[in-house]
T-cell receptor
Framework: DTEVTQTPKHLVMGMTNKKSLKCEQH?????MYWYKQKAKKPPELMFV???????INESVPSRFSPECPNSSLLNLHLHALQPEDSALYLC??????????????FGPGTRLTVT | GENVEQHPSTLSVQEGDSAVIKCTYS??????FPWYKQELGKGPQLIID?????GEKKDQRIAVTLNKTAKHFSLHITETQPEDSAVYFC????????FGGGTRLMVKP
């Protein structure tokens, strides 16, 4: 089973709202990732968690706040977003412990629209 | 950091023909090269990957070749079918995955 699940599938939020994206995997993977993907572009890395600790933050604005409650769950808390933050947000996981050379499996994504 | 270039950006083939997508990378330390297929409205799906100690890998109708000297790798799809229509991304490490710009493959029935 190589399934990564994400909820919700679609999210529309105003610029003053607070919302959260959720990601879950049950493959025993120890590294989890958040990516942002704009239309017709490749995924852009936002955050990496390794063994439930934030290991990489690719200079993402503070209006995006990641959280890893346990080894199977990853959240992305959203607050005061801008319309340009509208995109497909993808979660991925990999076996680890090294963050390179391991297959990454992606979830279906959350389509976020900021109005 | 790593830089991955992917060509072509769009590719249209007739059903049953072969399709080839090429990527070049810049960092000689890269040692893992996956290919992802992304269908409309879905997340990227890992379809095949190759490591730097292997020159070629095949899985049914898809194959990947790697030329470490020239720093390029290619995806080959034979006997294409309409369901192969999607956007394909190549990627390379050595740290985090760096993705190519993507290739939109259209297979005409």
């Amino acid at each position: 089973d190589t399934e990564v699940t994400q909820t919700p599938k679609h999210l529309v939020m105003g610029m003053t709202n607070k919302k959260s994206l959720k990601c879950e995997q049950h493959m025993g993977h120890r590294a989890m990732y958040w990516y942002k993907q704009k239309a017709k572009k490749p995924p852009e890395l936002m955050f990496v968690y390794s063994y439930e600790k934030l290991s990489i933050n690719e200079s993402v604005p503070s209006r995006f706040s990641p959280e890893c409650p346990n080894s199977s769950l990853l959240n992305l808390h959203l607050h005061a977003l801008q319309p340009e933050d509208s995109a497909l947000y993808l979660c991925a996981s990999s076996q680890g412990p090294g963050l390179d050379s391991y297959e990454q499996y992606f979830g279906p994504g959350t389509r976020l629209t900021v109005t | 950091g790593e830089n991955v270039e992917q060509h072509p950006s769009t590719l249209s083939v007739q059903e049953g023909d072969s399709a080839v997508i090429k990527c070049t990378y810049s960092d000689s330390a890269s040692n893992y090269f996956p290919w992802y297929k992304q269908e409309l409205g879905k997340g990227p799906q890992l379809i095949i990957d190759i490591r730097s100690n292997v020159g070629e890998k095949k899985d049914q109708r898809i194959a990947v070749t790697l030329n470490k000297t020239a720093k390029h790798f290619s995806l080959h799809i034979t006997e294409t079918q309409p369901e192969d229509s999607a956007v394909y991304f190549c990627a390379a490490n050595p740290n985090m995955l760096t993705f190519g710009g993507g290739t939109r493959l259209m297979v005409k029935p």
